[in-house]
């Protein structure tokens, strides 16, 4: 593809018509993956930047480079840009053939929520007989080929790439999560959403963020490039996000509590699944939809779901039978039954409302004690650690304070931060390994009592000081009932 064709008309003053000519085989913003005839574009990150491997692109055969420093010079092509980020979004989308016109995509955006409500939104329309697919925290599904991702939400490249794959295996709708990260940091930018859904707002990531209302603005982003607006109403945040949107007349509202587009009524949570009324102001009422899951913050998920597919204008009847026919997603209020009379949950909840949501709903169904296996990641948000504490210790009648993907922090540190939030201390037991907290806390479980296993969810891994070791909490609790 020719080098015109990947930079914006108005990034293209001071290049020759030779170089504008050039050809491109590859665009990359990583130096590993330069080859002859790359595009590289020089991403400021975190850890790395990349205008400090200009020249080692170049030395590797890039065609030409793409930077915002307007000061550096080569023989190589050099495009100068005000944004790399978005430079790179454009250019993925239209070296891709631009894919993500060929899609309706739907995006899903909130601190929790987005992969369950993603799955089912996929499993309604796949029941439509519709052919979706995923992106999101537990990989890409594309039909019945699964990928797994490093991030909620890839890079552009990335991106535009897995939609193009998407088109060539005749999908036609994209459930997509998007993180503030990456809204943040312009990966998803020049997308069109059809939908985009905001699920709920709470602590997390406040130090890549710095404020929850910063946290705020990175999430409207979805909302500016979005047809349409699905906003829990029930949220704190949510006025922000209609406020933000109110020129558009396509908004939509949905609730547990308030007057809204789309409601629930007669809600009913059992320890196997809920049962619930949606209400749709002024046109319907669906009575008696079931789901298998349990909480009543999957209750929301549903409607969120609901809402999104009815817009997208598949049959409220179709809509209810799907929503009963849904399994669940891995390590999203998985239950694990054992023979020893007690119940294991695994639960990928790692923020403080996420906990909290989880613990609460486990109260209301379990006859026996809580038993809480949770620690926090390192090299994250330290704010919500020891309020993860306090709800831990509020909601469950035993907690094992452990490990949770320590990364390069010390993992005694991070328990520590923990327990600041605990008060009584007796109820509490410090475990720094992860494998002998969840054996121990089995140990403890008596006829009745819930283990509940947070933090992990889908993963199937630990990382310590850098390095990622296989861990599947399946494989650990599997081992303790043969063996014990």
Same mark, same amino acid.
């Given at each position: 593809?020719?080098?015109?064709?990947?930079?914006?008309?108005?990034?293209?003053?001071?290049?020759?018509?030779?170089?504008?000519?050039?050809?491109?085989?590859?665009?990359?913003?990583?130096?590993?993956?330069?080859?002859?005839?790359?595009?590289?574009?020089?991403?400021?990150?975190?850890?790395?930047?990349?205008?400090?491997?200009?020249?080692?692109?170049?030395?590797?055969?890039?065609?030409?480079?793409?930077?915002?420093?307007?000061?550096?010079?080569?023989?190589?092509?050099?495009?100068?840009?005000?944004?790399?980020?978005?430079?790179?979004?454009?250019?993925? /989308?239209?070296?891709?053939?631009?894919?993500?016109?060929?899609?309706?995509?739907?995006?899903?955006?909130?601190?929790?929520?987005?992969?369950?409500?993603?799955?089912?939104?996929?499993?309604?329309?796949?029941?439509?007989?519709?052919?979706?697919?995923?992106?999101?925290?537990?990989?890409?599904?594309?039909?019945?080929?699964?990928?797994?991702?490093?991030?909620?939400?890839?890079?552009?490249?990335?991106?535009?790439?897995?939609?193009?794959?998407?088109?060539?295996?005749?999908?036609?709708?994209?459930?997509?999560?998007?993180?503030?990260?990456?809204?943040?940091?312009?990966?998803?930018?020049?997308?069109?959403?059809?939908?985009?859904?905001?699920?709920?707002?709470?602590?997390?990531?406040?130090?890549?963020?710095?404020?929850?209302?910063?946290?705020?603005?990175?999430?409207?982003?979805?909302?500016?490039?979005?047809?349409?607006?699905?906003?829990?109403?029930?949220?704190?945040?949510?006025?922000?996000?209609?406020?933000?949107?109110?020129?558009?007349?396509?908004?939509?509202?949905?609730?547990?509590?308030?007057?809204?587009?789309?409601?629930?009524?007669?809600?009913?949570?059992?320890?196997?699944?809920?049962?619930?009324?949606?209400?749709?102001?002024?046109?319907?009422?669906?009575?008696?939809?079931?789901?298998?899951?349990?909480?009543?913050?999957?209750?929301?998920?549903?409607?969120?779901?609901?809402?999104?597919?009815?817009?997208?204008?598949?049959?409220?009847?179709?809509?209810?039978?799907?929503?009963?026919?849904?399994?669940?997603?891995?390590?999203?209020?998985?239950?694990?039954?054992?023979?020893?009379?007690?119940?294991?949950?695994?639960?990928?909840? #790692?923020?403080?409302?996420?906990?909290?949501?989880?613990?609460?709903?486990?109260?209301?169904?379990?006859?026996?004690?809580?038993?809480?296996?949770?620690?926090?990641?390192?090299?994250?948000?330290?704010?919500?650690?020891?309020?993860?504490?306090?709800?831990?210790?509020?909601?469950?009648?035993?907690?094992?304070?452990?490990?949770?993907?320590?990364?390069?922090?010390?993992?005694?540190?991070?328990?520590?931060?923990?327990?600041?939030?605990?008060?009584?201390?007796?109820?509490?037991?410090?475990?720094?390994?992860?494998?002998?907290?969840?054996?121990?806390?089995?140990?403890?479980?008596?006829? /009745?009592?819930?283990?509940?296993?947070?933090?992990?969810?889908?993963?199937?891994?630990?990382?310590?000081?850098?390095?990622?070791? #296989?861990?599947?909490?399946?494989?650990?609790?599997?081992?303790?009932?043969?063996?014990?």
């Amino acid at each position: 593809m020719k080098l015109y064709h990947l930079i914006e008309d108005a990034e293209n003053k001071g290049l020759s018509e030779k170089e504008l000519e050039l050809e491109i085989f590859k665009i990359t913003s990583d130096l590993a993956e330069v080859e002859e005839g790359s595009l590289f574009f020089a991403i400021k990150g975190f850890q790395f930047d990349g205008n400090d491997f200009l020249e080692e692109a170049i030395e590797k055969g890039a065609a030409a480079v793409v930077t915002e420093n307007k000061d550096f010079e080569s023989d190589c092509c050099v495009v100068a840009v005000k944004n790399s980020r978005r430079a790179l979004a454009y250019a993925a /989308n239209v070296f891709f053939d631009k894919p993500s016109e060929k899609l309706c995509i739907i995006g899903i955006t909130g601190t929790n929520g987005k992969t369950t409500t993603s799955y089912m939104l996929t499993h309604i329309l796949s029941e439509a007989g519709i052919k979706c697919g995923i992106i999101g925290t537990n990989g890409v599904v594309i039909g019945d080929k699964f990928e797994p991702l490093q991030n909620t939400t890839p890079d552009a490249v990335t991106i535009h790439s897995i939609f193009a794959e998407m088109v060539r295996q005749g999908i036609t709708h994209v459930v997509m999560e998007v993180s503030s990260h990456a809204l943040d940091q312009d990966r998803a930018w020049g997308i069109r959403f059809k939908i985009g859904i905001f699920t709920n707002l709470s602590i997390e990531h406040l130090d890549y963020h710095g404020t929850m209302e910063e946290y705020a603005k990175s999430k409207l982003k979805l909302f500016k490039q979005s047809d349409i607006c699905v906003i829990n109403k029930d949220d704190s945040f949510s006025d922000f996000f209609v406020g933000s949107e109110k020129e558009k007349s396509s908004v939509f509202t949905y609730s547990a509590h308030a007057d809204s587009d789309y409601r629930v009524e007669n809600i009913h949570v059992f320890d196997d699944g809920s049962k619930f009324d949606v209400v749709k102001c002024n046109c319907f009422t669906v009575i008696g939809v079931k789901q298998k899951i349990n909480g009543f913050f999957n209750v929301y998920n549903a409607l969120a779901a609901f809402a999104a597919a009815d817009i997208l204008g598949v049959k409220k009847d179709s809509i209810s039978r799907a929503i009963s026919t849904f399994s669940g997603v891995k390590g999203r209020m998985e239950r694990i039954l054992t023979d020893r009379g007690f119940t294991v949950i695994i639960d990928y909840a #790692h923020t403080p409302d996420g906990l909290g949501k989880v613990l609460t709903s486990i109260r209301s169904c379990c006859k026996g004690k809580i038993l809480a296996v949770f620690g926090c990641g390192g090299n994250r948000d330290k704010s919500k650690r020891s309020l993860m504490g306090k709800i831990a210790e509020a909601l469950s009648d035993k907690v094992i304070v452990t490990s949770d993907n320590p990364r390069n922090e010390e993992p005694e540190k991070i328990i520590e931060d923990i327990l600041v939030g605990i008060k009584d201390t007796s109820k509490v037991l410090s475990v720094t390994d992860r494998r002998e907290a969840i054996r121990l806390a089995l140990s403890l479980a008596k006829k /009745n009592d819930t283990v509940l296993l947070a933090g992990k969810g889908h993963e199937t891994y630990q990382i310590i000081n850098g390095i990622k070791h #296989h861990f599947d909490e399946r494989e650990e609790i599997e081992n303790f009932l043969k063996n014990n």
